[in-house]
T-cell receptor
Framework: GQQLNQSPQSMFIQEGEDVSMNCTSS?????WLWYKQDPGEGPVLLIA?????ELTSNGRLTAQFGITRKDSFLNISASIPSDVGIYFC????????FGKGTRLHILP | SAVISQKPSRDICQRGTSLTIQCQVD?????MFWYRQQPGQSLTLIAT?????????ESGFVIDKFPISRPNLTFSTLTVSNMSPEDSSIYLC???????????FGAGTRLSVL
């Protein structure tokens, strides 16, 4: 079946830094989703992308649907402590497939 | 998006017992799903809860171990049967918005089996 590869697996950054993470697939997706999971909570949808090349922002978050339709990027600008959590990319096939997640840590 | 309530939020259970997890949605939804998230891992789909018919299980999951009910368009339950420590996970309910290929998740049930 389809697999999504997320990188990096984890990130340790200073507050105020910008963050970039990506997700790649061996096959084409028509939709890319980015979720965030806070500790002790379920995943929350951040951004949905529906068109190749699409660039969408949600506050300090920006995500792009790759032109090849096999990848997507999520950027966070000027990180703050509440950005800590796990970020999952996901793509609907016959079911939604999730990447393994990028764990974001902010150093004190 | 729909408001999804899961109960219990967490539980500690003895091996060999069963736990039923409830998922209530504040609006009627066609598609409801149950996921498992093992410690430090991503989400794995257990089954699609179908209203009025048997759930559709993914490979590796069976009805005897994870019976699911879906009596109406706003409610579903997942039972984890004859539990063992390997069943210690987070169990998540989600609802689908098929027109946009999006799913929304409940807060999850954190299960520890001793």
């Amino acid at each position: 079946g389809q697999q999504l590869n997320q990188s990096p697996q984890s990130m340790f950054i200073q507050e105020g830094e910008d963050v970039s993470m990506n997700c790649t697939s061996s096959s084409i997706f028509n939709t890319w989703l980015w979720y965030k999971q806070d500790p002790g909570e379920g995943p929350v949808l951040l951004i949905a992308l529906y068109k190749a090349g699409e660039l969408t922002s949600n506050g300090r978050l920006t995500a792009q649907f790759g032109i090849t339709r096999k990848d997507s990027f999520l950027n966070i600008s000027a990180s703050i402590p509440s950005d800590v959590g796990i970020y999952f990319c996901a793509g609907p096939d016959d079911k939604i497939i999730f990447g393994k997640g990028t764990r974001l840590h902010i150093l004190p | 998006s729909a408001v999804i309530s899961q109960k219990p939020s967490r539980d500690i259970c003895q091996r060999g017992t069963s736990l039923t997890i409830q998922c209530q949605v504040d609006s009627q939804v066609t598609m409801m799903f149950w996921y498992r998230q093992q410690p430090g891992q991503s989400l794995t789909l257990i089954a699609t809860a179908n209203q009025g018919s048997e759930a559709t299980y993914e490979s590796g999951f069976v009805i005897d171990k994870f019976p699911i009910s879906r009596p109406n368009l706003t409610f579903s339950t997942l039972t984890v049967s004859n539990m063992s420590p390997e069943d210690s996970s987070i169990y998540l309910c989600s609802v689908g918005q098929s027109a946009k290929n999006i799913q929304y998740f409940g807060a999850g049930t954190r299960l520890s089996v001793l």
